[in-house]
Each structure stands twice: as C-alpha cells, then as structure tokens.
C-alpha cells in the first residue's frame, strides 16, 4: 500500500531547530515531488515546501524563507524538512504530500498524504 508517514514532531522553543521526516513506503520517491503542508488550529492547510522530482525546491510562505529547507535522502525513500528560528506562529500540524514529478502549490494537486505531525513552538 502507498503511504507516507511523517515523524520527528515536538515542542520547541522559539528560536530552536527542528527536523520533520516523511518515510515513503509502498512506491519510490524517485518520480515525485514531495510538498510540505502545515496547518495551525482555526486556519486553513498552506503550503510551505516542496521539493520536485529532479531536485528543484518551491517556496510557497514567504514567512519561512531563509529559516526552511527541503532534503531528500533516496537511499532511505525519505525527505526532510530542517526548520531553524522556529517561531510560535510555526506551530501546526505539518503534512507531507506527494504528486507525479512536479510541485503544485494547491493541495488538492497531491494524491498522497501522511497523517501530519505536530510542532509546537513556545517557551
């Protein structure tokens, strides 16, 4: 079965780093563009990143530019999202979703998507 799963969620302070993972299983990253959703309590589900198949990175919230970056480790069938000078408005379910070779900047252009994982910034 095609899944993603995300991990790697937490409580961070502001200011801190953290890393969120999204483990393929079931297909292969290698044809796909993985994006990278969050969506904060009483808001509606944005984009953030997304990665496409050939390596090229989209950002789609200019609120994380300089602070989000995209990886993705194919040995592993996974990707990354590193997030650095978290702030508490960062805090959100974060998804990860993935679509044939290149990013969109609507969800609803995904087919796949993992569960979500949370991150709370606050001190």
């Known amino acids: 079965q095609l899944q993603l799963v995300e ?15 999204c483990a393929a299983s079931g297909f292969t990253l290698d044809y796909h ?9 009483g808001k509606e589900r944005e984009g953030v990143l997304c990665r496409s198949s050939s390596g090229g990175t989209t950002n789609y919230a200019d609120s994380v530019k ?3 970056t995209i990886s ?7 990707v ?5 000078s978290l702030k508490p408005e960062d805090t959100a379910v ?12 609507s ?4 087919n796949y998507w993992g569960q979500g994982t949370q991150v709370t910034v606050s001190s």
Do not use: T
């Open 7 to 21: 991990s790697g969620g937490g409580l961070v302070q502001p200011g801190g780093s953290l890393r969120v993972s």
């Open 72 to 78: 993705r480790d194919n040995a592993k069938n996974m």
């Open 33 to 41: 563009a993985i994006g990278w959703f969050r969506q904060a309590p």
């Open 80 to 84: 990354h999202l590193q997030m650095n």
């Open 107 to 110: 969800s609803y252009e995904y």
């Open 94 to 105: 974060y998804y990860c979703a993935a679509r044939w070779r290149l990013c969109a900047p």
């Open 66 to 68: 300089g602070r989000f």
